[in-house]
Structures are given as structure tokens and as C-alpha cells.
């Protein structure tokens, strides 16, 4: 493993675990057995086979040739996009089945934003033959109708969330009110590096194989380390994913790029890392969009995966020790960025990535000419060729 956090599930000053009582006991047994799980070659191997048989691994990491030309850096790719199902989620998500079906679990539940979660947990559930229910805001279900579709196809149960924004935020809520009711049967897949320990360190665990495989794949290509790694962050899975395993590589600089929304001054946007200050949500504590009062501020994004109010714990861990440093990249910037990557290199990048794409010519000058970075690709762009049509003006 990589950089742990303590015995309590803390980076620094932040993580945690603050949830009710009946909870307590079976994160704490949930702990143990992912530790277990980990250590135990039987899982890890079985894991590395869906790995390479099912999801599709290992992805490449591709020499973005037309777009290192045009920005005078070179960019490679690390092609989560070209997993199964679309998207690094898959990653998550069968590692958790798996810890679920280890501790006798027969039904899972899973929160949902741009729905590439549901559907890789509707997928994983299948797989292994499980029960299962996604939680998903209204507004985000109408936004990302196909991954709804998709996850119906598979057999999952989507419920709508109808309170407070109809968002990411309220959909862990739901999906955390349904673990406390059904806690004996049921296991929670959560999608991102948030939530009260030990679901941080599970979600980066299984999606460090994104930077293991991408730091050997670059020792190979150029046979040196990249001079930075780029991706996006939302709740911080796949950014995490890519950085933990070079956290060591101090000479290998981390960015991670929020949602600036509509612009940070402007207030809607969900850049909790570059506008946020510290409290708890979702059990644990790190960086929170939240008035002086304490309470959580609406967030806005045009990417439904990012449109999220708090951040990683991992990831606010590393804004304070300066390990890794965060912007944040506008509609209009990711928009940008979605183009710049289908127009130069035919690829259709999730608008969740784009952020991080659309940002790079800023970053040029900081990483400087011709140095070598990596940018993760997180997803592919079906699910939001209608967003960004619509948002464009060019709805027929």
C-alpha cells in the first residue's frame, strides 16, 4: 500500500469516521476485512483477473501527438475511457462486490452523479449475481438519461432523490440512510474517495492500479518519471488513483482540477479545494463548500460527476502539505477542453476529464515547454454529447 492514513482513518487533521452509532461497529468490521482482503494473494489475484478479463486492463497510456504539437507539451493519456462500461468506476467497484460477496453480503447499494458509478455498480452487481439499488438525484437523472437506461438494462433499481438540489450530495445522503436501515444484508459501494473510513483508503486502493500501471508504462515509453500528473477532482477517485502511487516521487508534481462552474467569484461551482474551508460531510472531514453558519452550499457544474459540495480527505490532506496543487476550470473551459481533445486527437473525452483538459494550456507555462505529463482520461464523452449540445445552443 501506499501512504496510509493513521488508526482512526485520518490524513493530518483530516478523514474520520463521524456516523451514527449503528454504523460504527460495521465500518470498524468492514476496516478489518478490507485489510484482510488485501493481504490475502486468493483476492488480489482474483481481482487482477476481472482486472485484465473483464474491465480490460491494463489501458494504454497514449502519446496525445496532435495535442502535445499544439500546446508545446507532451501529453499522454492514460485511457480509463476504454475500460469497460466507459470510465474508471469499474476499478471501484468490482473490488467492492468482491469485499461484499467475502462478507456474505446478498444486496448493494451505490450512490450516483453522472451515473457511470450506477452503471458500474449495476454491472458488478450482475456480474456476481447481487440485488441492487442506485440512488440518484432527479436533476442528474434527467441530465444523464442513457447511463439511467443503462443501469435499468442491468437490472438495477434507480430511485430518485427529490430533496435539496436533486444532486450528487443528496444521493449519498439517501444511500446512506438505506445502509443504516438494512446494514446485516447490505453493502454500500461507494464511488469516490469520500465517506467516513474506511471507504477513502478502499476507493484509492483499487484505483491505484490506475498509477501503478501508468508509472510503469511511462518508465517504458521515455524511460524517466513525467514531470507532473494531471487529472480532475470531484469526491477525487481517479485523481487519486493516478497520484498515489508516485506520492513518493517528490519531483513529480500533482494537479488536480475542480469545477469552477459558472466562476468561483460567482459562487456556483463546486471547487471545494480552491473556495471551500474545512468541515464534515458525509462522515468525515475535509474541505466543504458551506456558509459561515456551517451549512452546505448548492454547488453547480455542467459535469453531474463533479457537482459535488466536499472533497477527498486524501486530497485536502495534500492541499495542506502542499503535495498536490488544485485549480479550477470553468463550464467554459471544460466545453473548451472537450473539443480540443475530439477536434486533435478524434478521441470524445467525459465532460468530468475535460476540466482537466481545458486547463492545460494554462498549466503549460507553470510545467513548462516540452516537459512530459500524464493527464488521466477518466471517461469517455457518450453520456454528455446532449449536455454539451444543449449547452452550446445547438439542440434540434
Known amino acids: 500500500m501506499v501512504k496510509l492514513p493513521d488508526g482512526n482513518g485520518y490524513y493530518g487533521e483530516f478523514g474520520g469516521r463521524f456516523v451514527p452509532e449503528t454504523l460504527y461497529q460495521p465500518l470498524k468490521n468492514l476496516e478489518k476485512e478490507f485489510y484482510r482482503a488485501w493481504s490475502d494473494r486468493k483476492f488480489r489475484r482474483q481481482l487482477q483477473e476481472y482486472y485484465f478479463d473483464f474491465i480490460g486492463r491494463p489501458t494504454p497510456l497514449q502519446w496525445a501527438k496532435n495535442l502535445s504539437r499544439q500546446l508545446k507539451i507532451d501529453v499522454f493519456l492514460k485511457r480509463e475511457d476504454l475500460c469497460h462500461t466507459g470510465a474508471h468506476k469499474i476499478n471501484n467497484t468490482v473490488g467492492q462486490v468482491l469485499l461484499a460477496r467475502r462478507l456474505g453480503k446478498t444486496r448493494i447499494i451505490a450512490e450516483t452523479g453522472a451515473g457511470q458509478h450506477g452503471v458500474a455498480t449495476a454491472t458488478a452487481a450482475r456480474l456476481f449475481g447481487l440485488e441492487c439499488v442506485i440512488y440518484m438525484g432527479q436533476k442528474d437523472i434527467e441530465r444523464q438519461s442513457t447511463n439511467v437506461y443503462r443501469m435499468k438494462l442491468l437490472g438495477a433499481d434507480v430511485r ?93 508534481k500533482f494537479f488536480g482540477v475542480e469545477a469552477a462552474g459558472k466562476g468561483l467569484v460567482s459562487g456556483r461551482h463546486a471547487a471545494s479545494l480552491c473556495a471551500g474551508r474545512p468541515g464534515i460531510l458525509h462522515g468525515s472531514r475535509s474541505f466543504v463548500l458551506q456558509d459561515k453558519f456551517g451549512q452546505i452550499k448548492d454547488t453547480h457544474s455542467i459535469s453531474a460527476g463533479l457537482d459535488y459540495p466536499g472533497v477527498g480527505p486524501e486530497h485536502s490532506f495534500y492541499k495542506l502539505s502542499g503535495r498536490a496543487k488544485y485549480l479550477a476550470a470553468t463550464d467554459t473551459q471544460a466545453l473548451a477542453g472537450f473539443h480540443l481533445l475530439t477536434e486533435t486527437e478524434g478521441i470524445m473525452p467525459a465532460l468530468e476529464p475535460a476540466h482537466a483538459i481545458g486547463i492545460l494550456p494554462q498549466l503549460v507555462k507553470e510545467i513548462g515547454p516540452g516537459k512530459k505529463v500524464i493527464l488521466c482520461l477518466s471517461g469517455r464523452g457518450d453520456k454528455d454529447v446532449d449536455i454539451v449540445n444543449r449547452a452550446e445552443g445547438k439542440h434540434r
Open 160 to 252: 430518485p432523490v427529490l430533496s435539496g438540489t436533486q444532486t450528487l450530495k443528496e444521493a449519498v445522503s439517501e444511500a446512506l440512510r438505506d445502509w443504516v436501515s438494512n446494514v446485516e444484508t447490505t453493502f454500500y459501494v461507494l464511488g469516490s474517495a469520500v465517506g467516513p473510513h474506511p471507504y477513502p483508503l478502499m476507493v484509492r486502493e483499487f484505483q491505484s492500479v490506475i498509477g501503478r500501471e501508468a508509472k510503469k508504462q511511462i518508465l517504458k515509453k521515455i524511460g524517466t518519471l513525467p514531470a507532473a500528473l494531471i487529472a480532475c477532482v470531484g469526491g477525487g477517485s481517479n485523481s487519486l488513483g493516478l497520484f498515489s502511487p508516485f506520492y513518493y516521487d517528490r519531483k513529480v
